[in-house]
């Protein structure tokens, strides 16, 4: 009897640990193609993702390392030995209202997994457009993570677009953290990217037979952001996080930064339960990452009860241009008489906002309350009101953060709008916990954040839409310095799919000096766009932008009165986006809608191509375009365009010639 209770207890065990060392736990979309596999095994936990029978990701390790402050030594959750997770599942089919986004409701639907191994959990979400999933940790006291294994593991080294860290040096990671998150995109296979080298989110893999994986992150709090390293002897990227700053010295950019000079052993001090969503978007073709909403999903709802007071709109910007009016009796720079001159511009135009950039402080100070003595704020305050025109401030990031509270509240009274928060250039767990403290506090106060010198947004513009938007963008401001070779033109149709996937971009358009690409020159104070004008014209209808910078000077603009009318009547939010047709670094079309009218918008990269585009969309009805194409002689002369008004044809077919670098777009209304 003995003998037999021995072995039905051995066989119970047996049983039991193939269960803990051999099991899988699956989620499924809605649709049934997408589906998340989970395997815990004697070495720990993994992620695969398939796509019908298309591997999308093989197992990928996930892990993550913590040590409760009574605790001697950190332990390692979802590693080795884990056992047999309880598991709960749940469907969510819920509409979120998104009034400055780029669709003003968005669906969101998902079947949700989560494992849970005492104080451990695992959550695995299964959108029909990706998968996302997160670690949580329920802890007896607050907690240290020391590290977090977040690799994503391809089945073959398939090519990639990603951007390196361009601060530093090659295996110092440490030199790597301090970074504007601008760069253009290397294409190369997994493999080929190198190691010492740290990659910023998002990136995107392109697998066979038109597979895209675009890979980010989303609900980032109080942790640090990730990085991906790619390289060695396998199609790995594996996951790299700043650790938490230990000493800090201001410096940088006109002593705006705060410099780490040390750093703690560990990522993250009294993390969240919840750590960040890790995101796995899967595309069969490349125009659904175009008009994705995934990251906006998975941010927090909305923090701010009433948001009526939240206006977004376009900018008539000071910085790109160098202040470089001509035909005043005034000399224009960094005073009054300029400013009064740019809030007409901005009244004459229905521009809602202008901005005062870098100079308007005293300058290497890091204190907002020292105005240069060539402005006078309460006059222009008092100005651009009268004009119903709204001003917001550039700040250098230590000098908001140093006294945040008091210039956020001082600044507000006064009647300024919003800042523009520059050179944060981390986002380690001390930089990321800024950003949410300073995004909370603005809208305490009702004023707008534009997150400049910052990494990609992750979410946040669901929680806060008082950040109106981000940068973390290689934006047109570096046609300012960038060397003739550079190519910003190919880029513009590689974003679209990569760094918009994340959310709203602080690109800044809108240049009225257009120039072919053999004719491209850095010019600081006259800077100039490569490619044509009505690339620059479908620059707004094709990015994300809720707070959209007019980056040419009223003078520019005011002898371009076609194109700026064209500009400054176009939304920066919308009801409806569609993402027609594209394929990263050649061609994206896209329309979006505001009340009853719609707005169609295209690029291409250098090729010259002719682009059909189906409106079936605009339903039945009779529908008349406004539409503004490249000129014959775009080709030599970039600013060369041709505005048409025409019927949209009966059969919703648009055929349009794109010159290289070139561009149309397109204002539809029902006759």
């Known amino acids: 009897m003995k003998n037999l209770q021995a072995c039905i207890s051995f066989l119970m065990s047996a049983v039991v640990v193939s ?25 720990g936990a993994a992620l695969s993702v398939f796509l019908g029978e298309t591997t999308v990701l093989s197992p990928s390790p996930i892990s993550v390392t913590v040590k409760e402050d009574n605790e001697a030594e950190p332990k390692v959750l979802w590693g080795k030995n884990t056992r047999r997770p309880r598991v709960s599942r749940k469907q969510v089919d819920e509409t979120i209202e998104s009034p400055f986004y780029k669709r003003t409701r968005v669906r969101d639907c998902y079947e949700e997994m989560k494992l849970t191994v005492g104080r451990q959990g695992l959550v695995v979400r299964a959108y029909d457009d990706g998968i996302a999933y997160r670690l949580t940790y329920d802890g007896k006291s607050p ?79 109080n942790y640090p952001g990730m990085y991906l390293t790619g390289g060695g ?134 204190d907002l309350m020292q105005v240069v003595p060539e402005i006078d704020l309460p006059e222009l305050v008092a100005y651009a009101d009268q004009k119903h025109v709204g001003l917001i401030l550039w700040a250098g990031y230590w000098a908001f953060h140093r006294d945040m509270e008091a210039v956020v509240k001082h600044y507000a009274e006064m009647g300024i709008k919003g800042f523009k928060v520059d050179f944060m250039d981390r986002d380690d767990q001390d930089m990321v916990r800024f950003i949410g403290e300073a995004s909370e506090l603005c809208a305490r106060y009702n004023m707008l954040v534009d997150f400049h010198g910052m990494f990609k947004p992750t979410g946040a513009q669901r929680t806060w839409p008082n950040v109106i938007n981000y940068e973390g963008v290689n934006g047109l401001e570096q046609l300012k310095w960038s060397p003739k070779g550079h190519d ?36 600081n104070s006259e800077p100039m766009s490569q490619g044509t004008r009505c690339r620059q014209l479908a620059l707004y209808v094709i990015f994300d932008s809720p707070l959209n910078m007019m980056c040419d000077n009223p003078s520019n603009y005011m002898r371009e009165p076609e194109c700026t009318s064209f500009i ?13 047709d594209g394929k990263v670094s050649e061609y994206i079309a896209m329309a979006r809608r505001s009340g009853d009218v719609w707005y169609v918008g295209g690029l291409t990269n250098w090729d010259k191509r002719e682009l059909t585009l189906d409106l079936s969309f605009l339903g039945d009805g009779e529908y008349e375009l406004e539409l503004y194409r490249d000129g014959i002689n775009a080709d030599r002369a970039a600013c060369d365009y041709k505005r048409e008004v025409m019927p949209v044809p009966a059969d919703r077919k648009l055929s349009v010639t794109l010159y290289p670098g070139g561009g149309f777009a397109g204002r539809i209304v029902k006759r």
Request: proline content about 6%; overall charge negative.
């Open 233 to 366: 002897d396998a199609p790995v990227l594996a996951s790299h996080f700043a650790p938490v700053p230990r000493e800090t010295v201001q410096g940088g950019h006109n002593m705006l930064q705060q410099l780490v000079t040390s750093r703690e052993e560990y990522i993250a001090r009294d993390a969240n339960a919840q750590l960040p969503w890790r995101v796995v978007a899967v595309a069969e073709n490349d125009a659904q990452l175009a008009a994705s909403d995934l990251v906006f999903r998975l941010g927090k709802p909305c923090r701010i009860a009433d948001v009526s007071w939240i206006k977004p709109g376009k900018v008539a910007w000071d910085w790109w241009n160098a202040w470089n009016l001509y035909g005043v009796d005034f000399r224009a720079g960094i005073n009054n008489a300029t400013y009064k001159y740019y809030i007409d511009f901005a009244a004459a135009n229905g521009i809602e906002y202008v901005i005062l950039d870098e100079g308007w402080a005293v300058n290497k100070k890091a």
């Open 568 to 580: 400054t009547a176009i939304p920066t939010v919308w009801d409806e986006t569609l993402a027609l």
């Open 19 to 43: 269960a803990a060392y051999g099991a899988d736990y699956e989620v499924t979309a809605p649709s049934g193609e997408l589906k998340a596999v989970v395997s815990i095994t004697d070495n």
């Open 143 to 221: 907690y240290k993570v020391y590290d977090e294994q977040a690799d994503f593991t391809f089945p073959a080294d398939y090519p990639m677009y990603a951007s390196y860290v361009s601060a530093g040096d090659d295996g110092d990671f440490e030199s790597q953290y301090i970074n504007s998150f601008e760069n253009v995109y290397e294409h190369k296979s997994i493999m080929q990217f190198n190691p010492s080298r740290l990659v910023f989110l998002p990136v995107l893999v392109e697998l066979p037979d038109g597979i895209k994986v675009c890979i980010t992150e989303a609900d980032l709090d």
């Open 488 to 523: 910003q033109v190919t880029y513009d149709v590689q974003i679209p799919f990569i760094r918009q996937f994340a959310g709203p971009m602080d690109y800044t358009q809108g240049a009225m000096r257009n120039v072919t690409g053999e004719n491209y020159n850095p010019v």
